[in-house]
């Protein structure tokens, strides 16, 4: 039995499809083994992602109902900003339509050509607007390769942001960036004790702080359990002491918002906030409603509202936990600690017999598909892998990983009991598991459009 029970019961429910083998077989070669071209009706158990997946509550539901439509000044919107400003404590409230609306905006009111943004690890998205501002992205993770699994793996390295802002390129550095808690490096958390040395760096140098909050509310709950003496602490509490070290931030509500679509900017600089309220007139409509409906404000107010909620946070972290032991005890080898969001697994050690170039994370994530129509993301070399500029083999990713992402309020422990049976069957068989080959490829994105090819048995080969 899990040591955890949903803190909810369900009053709408949706039937998951159950393909059969042959639909399966069927499904996944016109995707051309590409998880993502996968139609959802075929999907029995999704854990592609956990944005924008989330079920929402009876009370999210009826707040939408009283949603306010008025182009300007909706009632929904001041809603919203109440709620924010009292979690958050930034007077300046933006919504936008999600969160890389909000990073483009900020980031390209921050950084011009020759500037450089520092992160504990900037998402991909955070990348990609840094970059497009001219910027150039400096990840500063804490070194991953300790042995022992560390409590604060999301933490920035201190030593090396002491170096880079006293350093060469120090003036040139424009705004730190800490991701909480840090999606690309396993959705580790960040301490609060790495904030405030953050905060006084920032401060000796004259750089503002920046959040990318998209995963507040579970950074707060893992900072409470990872730590001594904060039992009585709520998670509320331990956000706000985060969130009042930093200038602002900005955030995916697809995430902790517990809703489908959103997201916004959150600020202290009234001066900032003017120049980003007038650049998301150019895209995202006017700055009461940032692209959303007021249906939508009034869904994410009431979400960030339960997102603290200390049972919910307990079920969500628990429930994390126990699926990670679920996959240790099917065969597959799990990353440690399991954070909230998803857990992730080592394709790269089960199956040590497929060279990276041959895509051993889609291989893993394509079986799973197979035997059980459970879909989940590859983190290896058909993402992060990279042509090598002068002309050779493609640089393969530095490791081979799985994500299993869990949707807020979704799936029972029933259904996770399940993906582990079929995570059982392909651990089971991992000796037999083929590689692939990219027949179709295009763009920095190749994971969400590439064609692959099976490969034939290395045996015969
Ligand atoms: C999801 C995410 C984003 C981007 O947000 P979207 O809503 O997908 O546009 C940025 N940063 C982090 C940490 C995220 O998890």
């Not at 999704?46 to 999210?60: K, R, Y």
């Not at 959103?262 to 120049?275: H, M, T």
Request: net charge negative; proline share 6%; with cysteine.
């Amino acid at each position: 039995m899990p040591p955890f029970m949903e803190p909810f019961r369900i009053k709408s429910v949706e039937p998951i499809p159950f393909p059969t083998v042959g639909q399966r077989k069927a499904a996944l070669d016109a995707a051309g083994y590409n998880l993502f071209r996968i139609p959802a009706r075929a999907i029995t158990i999704d854990l592609l992602t956990d944005s924008g997946t989330s079920a929402m509550s009876a009370a999210q539901w009826s707040a939408m109902l009283s949603g306010d439509e008025s182009y300007a000044g909706a009632r929904s919107f001041e809603r919203f900003e109440t709620v924010v400003r009292d979690l958050m404590g930034y007077r300046e409230v933006i919504p936008v339509h999600q969160g890389r609306a909000a990073e483009r905006i900020v980031l390209h009111e921050l950084l011009g050509p020759g500037d450089i943004s520092v992160s504990n690890t900037h998402f991909d998205s955070t990348r990609a607007s840094v970059e497009a501002a001219g910027a150039q992205a400096v990840d500063l993770p804490i070194a991953a390769a300790a042995a022992t699994p560390m409590p604060f793996g999301g933490d920035i390295d201190l030593d090396a942001l002491v170096a880079l802002l006293g350093g060469e390129s120090g003036d040139r550095v424009r705004c730190v960036v800490l991701t909480i808690t840090n999606n690309a490096n396993g959705g580790q958390p960040v301490s609060v004790g790495n904030v405030s040395v953050v905060r006084r760096l920032c401060d000796q140098h004259g750089v503002p702080l920046f959040l990318d909050a998209a995963r507040f509310a579970e950074n707060a709950y893992l900072v409470i359990t990872r730590s001594a003496g904060l039992s009585d602490t709520t998670p509320k509490e331990i956000a706000r002491a985060i969130f009042d070290l930093a200038d602002g931030c900005w955030a995916s509500l697809k995430k902790d918002g517990i809703a489908n679509i959103g997201g916004l900017i959150a600020l202290r600089d009234e001066e900032l906030a003017a120049r980003c309220r007038g650049r998301l007139i150019e895209t995202e409509g006017y700055p009461t409603y940032g692209g959303l409906a007021g249906r939508d404000l009034e869904a994410l107010a009431q979400g960030l509202l339960e997102v603290t909620e200390p049972e919910y946070l307990r079920y969500r972290a628990e429930s994390a936990q126990w699926f990670a032991d679920l996959l240790e005890r099917a065969g597959l080898p799990v990353l440690r600690p399991a954070g909230c969001h998803a857990v992730y697994v080592d394709a790269g050690q089960l199956l040590d017999h497929i060279p990276a170039a041959e895509l051993p994370a889609t291989a893993l994530a394509n079986e799973l598909y197979l035997a059980g129509a459970v879909r989940v993301t590859e983190l290896g070399t058909l993402v992060f892998g990279r042509p090598d500029p002068a002309g050779g083999a493609d640089i393969p990713a530095p490791r081979e990983l799985v994500r299993f992402a869990l949707p807020r309020r979704v799936y029972t422990a029933n259904h996770l009991q399940y993906v582990a049976e079929v995570a059982e069957l392909v651990a089971a068989k991992a000796a037999d598991i083929r590689g692939y080959r990219i027949v179709e490829q295009s763009g920095a994105m190749r994971q969400f459009t590439a064609r692959l090819a099976p490969l034939a048995a290395r045996a015969n080969r």
